[in-house]
Structure formats: C-alpha cells, structure tokens
C-alpha cells in the first residue's frame, strides 16, 4: 500500500534552517510529483511547491521563492524539504504529499516548531 | 493564480442534519477539484475527486456536484464522526495547487 512518511518534530531557532523528510513506499516514486504543504496552528492548508522525483524539476510558490528547496533520493525513495531563515511564523506542520490531479495520499506530517 | 473562496468558514449542525459547503473558483477549473476532511491532528483525508467522483472507502452520505467555478460538498444526514473541518483543492492547471479557506463544522 502506498505510504509517505515523514521525519520526526524539529524545534529550530530564529534564522535556522529546517530538512523534512519524506519517505515513499508501495508504488514508484519517480512516476508521481511529490508536493509539500504546511497548516500552522488552526489555520487552513498552504501550497509550498512541487517536484518531480523523475526530472528533479521543482516549482515554488513566490511567498517562499528563495527560502525553500526541495530535493531528493531516488535510491531511497525520499522527497526533502528545506526551508531557510526560520521566523516564528513558520511555525507550521509541514506535509508530503503524492499528486496524481489531486492531492491522492499525504504523509503523516511533521511539525517544525521555531522559538528561540 | 487561481483563487478559491469556500464558504462558510464554519457551521454549527446537529447529528442528522443536511450540511453544504461551497467552493467558488475564480475562473473555470473544469471539473479539477477535491475535496478533504481534515480531524484534529490528522493529515486530510480525501473525499471527493474529479468534483463528484467518491474516494473509495468514503461513504455515500458525501457527495459532490459542480463544474467551472462553482462546486458543492454535501452531507446528506451528519454523523457524529463527520464533525471535522473540510477544505476543497483545485488543481486545474497545476502546479500550483489551491486550496480552499475551510469549513469547520461544529455541533
């Protein structure tokens, strides 16, 4: 069965940077984009941006355009995530998850806690 | 980008009860959307594809209908583990996905 799981809690400090992990099993990960959402703390789901585990292409939204890269591990099936310049506010749980049109599995999330 | 607007943020309802939810796309999106429900703590859990297409698994008191830019979740009669917050996603022209503001529905 198709599963996404996701590195442990991180607690980070202002202006730190964070690697979330995101490991595929159950179907080929080159042949599914891999795309990363965040939810902060009772507030809605937020779009990150996207990979291609084949080509290693990648898009951002521009809110975080120079603050994240995504990349990954064909030989291990694993999608990474790294944000930069850590501020309060990105506060947030972070999600994997496998986009076939829509968003079809997710991964169990990782919550990045950013406190000095 | 597309905008999605989902209406209303919240609802209070009671087990038994007929429950809607809207999503409105800014421009055409076909019929490229999904929806989720989302309990504390819980990653989202899809429900509805291709705007009216149920998720396997999902029971058929959950429907959707819709297409161009103006969709709808329906539960047909509220069961006490369906008190949750839902979120519609269009991925017409992907990337980038959009989701909808959410839907909590409370007692």
């Known amino acids: 069965q198709v599963q996404l799981v996701q590195s442990g809690t991180e607690v980070k400090k202002p202006g730190a940077s964070v690697k979330v992990s995101c490991k595929a099993s159950?179907?080929?990960?080159?042949?599914?984009?891999i795309n990363w959402v965040r939810q902060a703390t009772g507030q809605g789901l937020e779009w990150m941006g996207w990979?291609?585990?084949?080509?290693?292409?990648?898009g951002y939204a521009q809110k975080f355009q120079g603050r994240v890269t995504m990349t990954r591990d064909t030989s291990i099936s694993t999608a990474y995530m790294e944000l930069s310049s850590l501020r309060s506010d990105d506060t947030a749980i972070y999600y994997c998850?496998?986009?076939?049109?829509?968003?079809?599995?997710w991964g169990q999330g990782t919550l990045v806690t950013v406190s000095s | 980008d597309i905008q999605m607007t989902q209406s209303p943020s919240s609802l209070s309802a009671s087990v038994g009860d007929r429950v809607t939810i809207t999503c409105r796309a800014s421009q055409d999106i076909r019929n490229d959307l999904g929806w989720y429900q989302q309990k504390p703590g819980k990653a989202p859990k899809g429900l509805i594809y291709a705007a009216s297409s149920l998720q396997s698994g999902v029971p058929s008191r959950f429907s959707g209908s819709g297409s161009g830019t103006e969709f709808t979740l329906t539960i047909s009669s509220l069961q006490p583990e369906d008190f949750a917050t839902y979120y519609c996603l269009q991925h017409n022209n992907y990337p980038p996905l959009t989701f909808g503001g959410g839907t909590k529905v409370e007692i």
């Open positions: 159950g179907y080929t990960f080159t042949s599914y984009d």
């Open positions: 990979m291609n585990p084949n080509s290693g292409y990648t």
């Open positions: 998850a496998r986009v076939m049109g829509p968003i079809d599995f």
